[in-house]
């Protein structure tokens, strides 16, 4: 299967698409619409500012064709602002509306640590998580955001397959359905980050 | 649960070979960039830094092109700089695979330089590179490698460049760097704390109590070091594994 990566001129692409192809994944990059329609799996990479990431979703026509995609079940993955997008709105950019398929929104992290939460850290994972399999419970993941979705036990319990706390506990792997997600890294996390990669491509398959 | 300190090899270039010099002078060979890369990436380092320290216009493409290589090596955040000047010369460092960018001298001219890259890639994408030197009771920001002598304090400089939009601040001592005689604690300590933003502490490294001593009295988050590295001195493996016996949280090869 393909894997198309979308490219609106995040700069970790290239280091995702390594990744994908170092696994044996064939990888395309599509910018279109028509590119999203025809897609059999999907990653959103995203690094920087979550208003440049909507603002060129919507400029490039591509917000719909990706909500219609990811209903019709096509297996996604969202990296870092590629989580981010997928609830209501956030913090960073809050006249924007994201993509609106999962409940909460994007708050800046606390002023209280440093900021941005830059390096290595560990995850607290729930039972159950696809993408986080035979993953050892003491692993790092590589995350570099000022932004997150403070985890909300009563709305997102279903879908959080794992939390990270750093001024408050918030989503770090979300999945629902054939809708996979993490706030880290995982094309920067090492052997850890890689069998994540992997596990998408399996449950993509 | 916490964050781990960082442990950050260096690679200082001078486009295509890595060099090495003591308080910022006499440079030798210390070895092929992508090998370097190669090996750490394998060995736990948590993060790579690539310097330009030549930063001369026309070995630009070269050093372009070594960070396309060592990045393709690697499954770890790569930083990258050294004589940048503009917007332009951080795009092409991005493009070419660099994670992050530091800045540097064209900050200190011109610390709007800051912003604009900050706006564009994200504050996390941007780190500023301070070199201080001890002047009395104070430090004094050097810039264009250690050879020209600023007004600035580090720790207003510092604080200036996080509210810029700096994400991280790679502190290197010039008093210590290629002394082996360990970081600076003071310094490190003093920025580390005064600052909310990451600090990566830099020169003077030897032994794995420097390491430790950094994180636990300087406040680091980050601790870089070159030729302990390069020169098999200290393997990255076996100063995480110090660290964690010390109980200082490092991420180990699970």
């Known amino acids: 299967m393909k894997i198309s990566l979308l490219d609106y001129g995040a700069g970790n692409l290239p280091s995702v698409e390594r990744a ?16 999203v329609a025809k897609a059999s799996a999907l990653v959103l990479p995203g690094v920087g500012h979550y208003g440049a990431l909507i603002r060129a979703l919507d400029r490039d026509g591509l917000r719909e064709s990706l909500i219609d995609a990811i209903r019709r079940g096509v297996p996604f993955l969202g990296i870092c602002l590629g989580l981010q997008a997928l609830f209501q709105k956030s913090d960073e950019a809050p006249d924007l509306h994201g993509l609106e398929i999962l409940p909460g929104s994007v708050r800046v992290l606390s002023r209280a640590v440093k900021l941005p939460h830059m390096g290595w850290d560990q995850v607290q994972a729930k039972a159950g998580s696809r993408l986080l399999e035979g993953i050892d419970a003491a692993a790092y993941f590589y995350f570099a955001h000022s932004y997150a979705v403070p985890y909300c036990a009563e709305k997102q319990a279903l879908e959080t397959r794992a939390t990270c706390s750093y001024g408050g506990e918030f989503v770090a792997v979300t999945e629902k359905e054939k809708i996979f997600a993490v706030q880290f890294h995982p094309e920067k996390s090492g052997a850890a980050g890689q069998r994540v990669l992997e596990n998408f491509l399996r449950t993509a398959a | ?98 994670d992050k960018v530091t800045v540097n001298t064209a900050a200190v001219l ?19 590179a301070i070199d201080a030197k001890r002047d009395g009771d104070r430090w004094r920001v050097m810039t264009t490698g250690g050879r020209v002598s600023t007004d600035l304090e580090a720790t207003s400089w510092a604080t200036r460049g996080a509210e810029l939009g700096a994400g991280e601040i790679l502190l290197t001592s010039m008093d210590r760097d290629g002394t082996q005689s360990g970081f600076d604690v003071a310094l490190t300590a003093a920025i580390s704390k005064k600052v909310m933003v990451p600090v990566i502490a830099s020169g003077g490294a030897r032994w794995p109590q420097h390491f430790a001593e950094i994180f636990c009295e300087g406040a680091a988050d980050a601790a870089l070091a070159a030729s302990i590295f390069h020169d098999d001195i200290q393997s990255i493996r076996s100063l995480k594994e110090f660290l964690a016996d010390q109980k200082i949280q490092v991420r180990l090869p699970c």
């Open chain 2, 110 to 128: 011109r610390p709007g330089l800051i912003s604009e890259l900050s706006e564009e890639f994200g504050s996390q994408a941007v780190v500023l």
């Open chain 1, 20 to 35: 994908l192809q170092r696994l044996g994944a064939q990888t395309e990059r599509i910018s279109t619409s028509a590119g």
């Open chain 2, 1 to 98: 649960m916490s964050l781990a300190h960082r442990i950050i090899p260096c690679l200082d270039t001078d486009g295509e070979r890595v060099v090495k010099g003591v308080n910022f002078v006499a440079l030798r060979d210390a070895g092929d960039p992508v090998a370097l890369a190669r090996r750490y990436n394998a060995e736990g380092a948590d993060e790579l830094v690539v310097l330009d320290i030549a930063a001369s216009r026309d070995r630009r493409p070269t050093f372009l092109e070594t960070i396309r290589k060592v990045a393709a090596e690697l499954a770890i955040p790569l930083t990258a700089g050294g004589g940048i000047r503009t917007l332009d010369d951080a795009r092409a460092v991005v493009r070419a695979g660099a």
